[in-house]
Every structure is written in C-alpha cells, then in structure tokens.
C-alpha cells in the first residue's frame, strides 16, 4: 500500500486540503495517523468494525486491548456513552479538550472491537489543531490507539509513525513533533469515585483539584514493581536494546555506567541537570524539567539503536506530577531497575 503523507506546514488553503483527504479516506473505512497533543494516533472509523480491524494489523496490537474513541466536542461525544456521573462534568469543564480519556458506559455505537467486548467505552476529546478539524470535518468518531508498531515506544513525531507504519496504513498527516510527549491519562468513570487506570498527561494532583478523592487502580502499582530480572520480554515502549533505570542521582549513574562501559557502547539518558554532571560518550538529556522531560522521552528511546549502543542506561525521575507518568512508561520499557 502505498502511504499518503502531508508535511504539513504553515499554509491554511494546503492544511485544510490535507484534512479533507485524510476525513475521506477515514469516512471510506481506512486507516490515517494524525497528531495529538500527546502522541501520534492511528485513527479508523469508531463504528466500522472492518476499518478498526485495519488498525490491529497495521500496529500487530493484541485484540483485547480497547481503544480509545477520539470525538472533537462534547456534543459528539455524548452521541457514544450512556449516562454518566456528575463528575464527569466538571473534569471536562477543567480539562477537556486535553490528555485525559473518560471511560464511560458505551451506548454500542462503537463498535465490538474498539471496546474488546466491554460495556465501557474511553472517549477523548484531543486538544490539538489538526486532530480537532480532523474529527469535527470527518465528524465520526475516530478509534485511535499510539500510531507505532505494537510493543514499540510511542511516536512524537510524524518521522517516527513513518519509519513504523509506512506502507501499512493508507495516509499519514505529518505536523511535527506533539507537546506533552507521553499519552493521555484514562480515567474510570463508571463508579461512585473515580480511579486512575493509566498515568498521563492530566496529573492526579491535577484531578483532585476538580473532583476531591480519587482511586489510583492497584494494577498500576503492581505494573510499578521493579522487573525481576535481565532479559526479560517487554511489550511495551521498548527500545532496541535493554535499558536500565537507575535511582540515586548522578553518582550512582557514573558507577553503573563505569561499571557497564567495559568494552561496551553505552548510550545513557538523563535531565539536563544530571547529564552536565556526568562523563559519558552517547548521551541524551531531556530537558531540566519533569514537563519538558515528557516531551522528549519517547525521541530518546528510539535514538538509540541496535548496533549503536549494547544497553541504555536512564535516570529514575521524580514521582510527582507528570513523573508518575513517566515512570510508569520506564519502569515499563526498563528490563532492569536499579
Ligand atoms: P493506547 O491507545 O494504546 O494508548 O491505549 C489505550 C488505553 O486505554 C489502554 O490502556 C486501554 O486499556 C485503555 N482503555 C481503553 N478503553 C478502555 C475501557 N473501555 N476500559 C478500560 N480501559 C480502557
Ligand atoms: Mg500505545
């Protein structure tokens, strides 16, 4: 299959033509990556099951896994769930459009694969330019996980959905790097309190402000526990090569690395902070803060390669705000944590 893609740029008349093409080949049932505010998303129409199963193939994603449906208003979105509690609007008074993703009973407009057979669907409505004309020009909703290869980090930018995906979807609406970097926190809202299924971009902290109390899911806190050991299988957010987290700041950071490096290429990522003080040859720093960090972790992760480096060797970042975020998708990806 040969892959549309639009570079685009800073030209109203090119974007809009760009966006049109991208609804119809959506609304003709098949598969398009497009920006977010949070990561690249690979959209098929929400209510064609033969379109979303585009989306499995495409990614070699598991099929119990739901995805989330992407809507441009609240007025769309209400055409997919059922009844939910009063909470739900006052979150998205606060945070919506944004990285936060309701689940919600579903009303079976959605098809039985983007749920996985559940009576919960997760809507988002996303705050990004593209993404916003995309789903208000297509007006459908858009079943859209991360536009990578299963098992794969992320993708940030346009770059990296096209060296996963190209040839294997039917376009691609390239708009440069996304903002927050790691995806959307989900949110069950199909209870009294609600209960954090997934860290992301809207932080706990964030939530209390709105809704008071507020559940994080056990599962999350089990997902946290360090990996037992090297060599492990990992299925999400890998890198090419086995990477190690390392708590304790910058001397404990020289000491694995001085350790490690014996004869081996070492490719090490760290703030900005940590990295200026340590001595180090293949090194990425993500930025001094938590923020600034999310946004460029993803990048980093597929920086480096097979043939490049034998291991990678990352900082543990604080838990607190968009760190917990962030320390859910390392601890994840690392198959060592020290
Ligand atoms: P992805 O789109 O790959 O970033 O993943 C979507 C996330 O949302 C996964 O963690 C899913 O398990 C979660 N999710 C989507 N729909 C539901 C749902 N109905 N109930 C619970 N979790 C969901
Ligand atoms: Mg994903």
Redesign the pocket.
């Known amino acids: 299959m040969e892959t549309i893609r639009w570079n685009l740029k800073n030209d109203y008349l090119y974007n809009q033509k760009a966006i049109k093409g991208a609804a119809e080949l959506l609304k003709s049932g098949s598969v398009v990556a497009f920006p977010t505010e949070t990561v690249y998303g690979l959209g098929a129409d929400a209510t064609k099951e033969e379109a979303v199963s585009k989306i499995f193939q495409a990614k070699g994603r598991p099929q119990d ?4 449906a992407h809507v441009a208003t609240k007025n769309q979105l209400t055409r997919i769930v059922g009844n939910y509690p009063p909470f739900v609007d006052k979150l998205m008074d606060a945070f919506v459009p944004g990285p936060l ?1 309701f ?1 919600l009973p579903s009303n079976g407009t959605c098809v039985e694969n983007v ?1 996985a057979g ?1 009576s ?3 809507v988002r409505i996303p705050d990004h330019p593209v993404a916003q004309e995309l789903l208000s020009v297509s007006d459908i909703p858009i079943a859209a ?2 536009a990578n290869i299963s098992g794969k980090p992320s993708p940030t930018t346009g770059h990296h959905v096209w060296a996963d995906l190209q040839g294997k979807i039917a376009g691609l609406l390239d708009a440069g790097p996304t903002g927050v970097g790691v ?1 959307s926190t ?1 949110i ?1 809202c199909t209870h009294e309190v609600p209960i954090i ?2 860290p992301g971009g809207i932080t706990k902290e964030q939530l209390e402000t709105v809704v008071g109390s507020i559940i994080i899911d056990p599962a999350i806190a089990g997902a946290n526990e360090r990996p037992a050991a090297p060599g492990m299988k990992y299925k999400h957010y890998s890198p090419e090569v086995p990477l190690w987290l390392v708590k304790g700041g910058h001397r404990k950071m020289q000491q694995v690395i001085d350790e490690e490096k014996n004869g081996r290429q070492v490719g090490v990522i760290a703030s900005t902070e940590t990295a200026q003080a340590l001595e180090a040859d293949n090194m990425i720093s993500l930025g001094w803060e938590l923020p600034e960090i999310a946004a460029h972790l993803y990048e980093a992760l597929r920086t480096f390669k097979e043939g490049d480096v034998e291991i990678i060797i990352c900082e543990a970042f604080p838990e607190e705000g968009i760190g917990q975020a962030i320390m859910n998708r390392l601890k994840k990806a690392a198959s060592v944590y020290l």
């Open positions: 896994n739901p995805l989330i993703t689940v749920t559940l919960t669907i997760g996980p991360s995806e989900v069950d299924l997934r």
